[in-house]
């Protein structure tokens, strides 16, 4: 029995071999490499965050996952088959970095829709949209219209949402983005049970202090490169740390020069 569930925990579920991503303008001329020459394996069971500054490829790579992008090369498996492929996407919950939520229909409703397009039968999914509005803190305001939500409330309907279907594997882009440290610790330990739950996660973030407290194991992209990759636990103290000294310290602004107040002692001349 032992032996089983280590060899499920060494299940690969995500795999990315080689792949590229290069964005093109009207006439296809190259605009940017999205991504670059990408591997990357994540086992079953875990929690992998996809980390990297703004514009380093992160969401082109988990909508590539999801076959929502296609590559310009290389090879993705989702349980060993194409992301666009029944049997993948039967298992497949996400979040997106934007929660895209109807307005007029109650958090309730947009369970229930949700749960319509997983063609769940009505039973199944009183029974899960009831648990899951209990689980993320909603029932109070199940039947509110979301469009009256606070950013925290909507992003938890949205998360609710991309578990209605009982995912193996769950994308979360950005989950924490806009929370509240409330909100955010409230999503932090929901990942987490999720996980112990033996759930697989993969989530982007550019809040390592999140990203440190929620993943197993993380990569870090720039311009669309991996520039580390590993287990969290191994790490010698801060992510945030770590992170800085692989995409670089920041930049040092130089003042445009109409700014500059001639009066502050010792300012920019
Ligand atoms: N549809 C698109 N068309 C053209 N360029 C795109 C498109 N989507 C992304 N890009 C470009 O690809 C690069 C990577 O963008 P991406 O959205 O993957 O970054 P990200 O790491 O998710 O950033 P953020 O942290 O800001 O969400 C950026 O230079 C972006 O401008
Ligand atoms: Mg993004």
């Not at 929901?190 to 996980?195: G, H, Q, S, V």
């Not at 973030?205 to 991996?226: E, P, R, Y």
């Not at 502050?264 to 001349?269: D, I, L, Q, S």
Request: hydrophobic share 40%; proline share 5%.
């Amino acid at each position: 029995m032992d032996q089983d569930n280590n060899q499920n925990k060494q299940e690969v579920v995500v795999s990315l071999s080689d792949i590229s991503k290069t964005f093109r303008d009207f006439w296809l001329r190259p605009t940017v490499k999205a991504v670059d020459r990408l591997n990357l394996n994540v086992k079953r069971g875990e929690i992998f965050g996809l980390l990297g500054p703004n514009g380093s490829g992160k969401s082109t790579t988990i909508k590539m996952i999801l076959g929502l992008l296609k590559p310009g090369s290389g090879e993705i498996r989702l349980f060993g088959k194409a992301p666009t492929s029944a049997e993948a996407r039967a298992k497949l919950g996400y979040l997106p970095e934007l929660s895209y939520l109807h307005p007029f229909m109650t958090a309730r409703e947009t369970l229930d829709y949700y749960a319509g397009l997983c063609s769940l039968p009505k039973k199944i999914a009183k029974e899960r949209s009831n648990e899951l509005l209990e689980m993320t803190g909603l029932q109070e305001a199940a039947d509110r219209p979301v469009g009256g939500f606070s950013k925290g409330m909507a992003r938890r309907v949205a998360l609710a949402s991309s578990l209605i279907g009982k995912p193996e594997l769950l994308v979360l882009d950005e989950p924490t983005s806009g929370l509240d440290p409330v909100s955010t610790d409230e999503v932090k330990t929901l990942i987490k049970t999720l996980a112990k739950g033996g759930m697989t996660i993969l989530m982007s973030s550019h809040l390592l202090a999140d990203a440190q407290d929620v993943c197993s194991s993380f990569m870090i992209l720039n311009h669309g490169k991996t520039v580390a990759e590993g287990r969290v636990g191994q790490i010698n103290g801060d992510l945030g740390a770590f992170f800085l000294s692989k995409v670089g310290e920041g930049r040092d602004f130089k003042i445009a020069p109409f700014l500059c107040v001639e009066t502050v002692p010792g300012g920019a001349k």
